[in-house]
């Protein structure tokens, strides 16, 4: 506390970005004798109905259109990940020597316990909260932040050197980070979030860091399958291990017989066959074998990483079991907004599908997901957003099945699809795109489709 506390004294401190991450920092830093100012796109009406507990006279704030024209104001601003660093009033500022940190930043600054960062394009969610789950059922003092579970700089005090925490880290987070976790996760990196990022390469350079300032008593988990995420072993100092679907590796992967194995010091071990996995999907193999090594390389016994991975259901809004009615199972995968989150939850059944695909634009490649479906169970599409016609365009008339446009109601959306479906047939939303538009976020996206399915 007291290394934090000289780092804040008598600072002029900005928050950039007042939504969850913007608050806790916040929150964290007004216990420091520091001056604080929030800088926030929201109008002042607004910000102050919504921020009830901030006080004008207490907090200097510079909302609205205009929010960013007074950041030379600060010396240090916190900067939410949702705020692209290439703005051209934060490139001004940081030339005018303004400090930008964030708070994961800090966190990795400040932080006494080994830190377990996930990273990758999908299945960081999954696969972190395995990890989680794991470190937990061992009786681990472990914590579980980042993009999920709580910010990070909420538990920061709470931690000490025998604690463990576990990051979901995205490219915004990592992109300005100068220091990689103990443990370093690589999943398959692909490309996404071009509406930040000026290019794919950019965004896979911004993954880079959770493995690029290791050290050799760091260990870096790298998914094998992929070129790309496997190019990431090239970037660390750290002692580097493989996991795959689909050959053998030093670490943890699926053998001939679909088996998950593990490599131990001791000898070679079976984990769990890959069909007892209540997990739904091939893809979802990759994200277990990543967990199990991570959790295998921070001393978690193999009885306890066996027993987790045996039970774990997986999280909400992906490939989620929502109800079975007339012998029709209704899945949720709202939490797809990616072509290859949809590949990989289409490939994941053999029945047939009445998919509801769609929503806003991302910048995203549709062609393979196209021919996907062509090749797949999908007998029908409902077609949902403004990425509707051009998904469509996507999938050849090599597609025989029925396409439906014009729905905006997921309510009507889910009685159509029901409409659609037969027994033994199975309704998925996994959209492939951003919800924003006809959705608040996926998260409502995939809410609403349960209640939806709930009230058949």
Not at 10 to 34: H, P
Not at 118 to 128: D, L
Not at 334 to 357: C, R
Not at 417 to 436: G, I, N, Q, R, T
């Amino acid at each position: 506390m007291n290394k934090i506390y000289q780092q804040l004294k008598n600072k002029k401190i900005g928050i950039l970005g007042f939504g969850v991450e913007g608050k806790a920092t916040f929150n964290y830093l007004r216990k420091f004798d520091s001056k604080l100012m929030i800088f926030d796109q929201a109008q002042e009406e607004e910000f102050l109905a919504r921020n009830p507990e901030i006080k004008k006279e207490e907090v200097a704030l510079y909302l609205g259109r205009s929010y960013l024209e007074n950041l030379n104001r600060a010396e240090i601003i916190f900067k939410s990940p949702g705020i692209p660093l290439l703005l051209p009033e934060i490139q001004a500022a940081i030339k005018e020597g303004i400090i930008f940190t964030s708070q994961i930043e800090f966190f990795f600054d400040c932080c006494p316990a080994k830190i377990i960062g996930v990273t990758g394009t999908k299945g960081k969610g999954t696969t972190a909260t395995l990890i989680y789950e794991i470190l937990k059922a061992s009786d681990k003092d472990v914590y579980l932040g980042g993009n999920i579970g709580l910010p990070t700089i909420s538990f920061l005090d709470k931690l000490n050197e025998r604690s463990v925490v576990v990051l979901e880290l995205s490219s915004f987070q990592l992109q300005s980070l100068k220091e990689s976790p103990h443990i370093a996760v690589v999943l398959n990196v692909t490309k996404d979030h071009l509406d930040y990022h000026s290019s794919a390469r950019e965004y896979q350079e911004a993954k880079k860091s959770i493995v690029r300032y290791q050290t050799k008593d760091n260990f870096a988990v790298i998914n094998a399958d992929y070129s790309i995420s496997k190019g990431f072993a090239r970037e660390t100092k750290g002692q580097k291990y493989f996991f795959s679907r689909k050959t053998r590796t030093n670490g943890c992967y699926v053998d001939g017989k679909d088996n998950i194995i593990l490599e131990t010091t001791q000898g070679i071990v079976q984990i769990i066959a890959a069909k007892d996995l209540l997990l739904r999907g091939r893809h979802n193999l990759e994200n277990v074998t990543a967990a199990v090594l991570a959790s295998y390389l921070a001393k978690v016994s193999i009885k306890v990483i066996t027993e987790t991975v045996k039970n774990f259901h997986g999280l909400e809004h992906r490939l989620e079991l929502v109800r079975e009615i007339s012998r029709v199972r209704y899945f949720n995968d709202s939490f797809s907004t990616v072509p290859e989150t949809a590949i990989a939850a289409v490939k994941s059944f053999t029945e047939p599908i009445v998919l509801i695909l769609g929503g806003s634009y991302k910048g995203s490649d549709y062609r393979k997901l196209g021919k996907t479906i062509e090749n797949s169970g999908v007998k029908s599409i409902i077609f949902i957003g403004e990425t509707a016609k051009e998904i469509s365009r996507k999938i050849g008339s090599g597609y025989e099945g029925e396409r439906i446009f014009g729905l905006t109601k997921m309510t009507e959306i889910v009685k159509k699809a029901s409409s659609l479906a037969k027994p033994e047939d199975v309704v998925l939303l996994s959209p492939a795109c951003a919800s924003f538009g006809l959705f608040q976020n996926y998260k409502d996206r995939g809410g609403q489709f349960k209640k939806a399915v709930e009230k058949l």
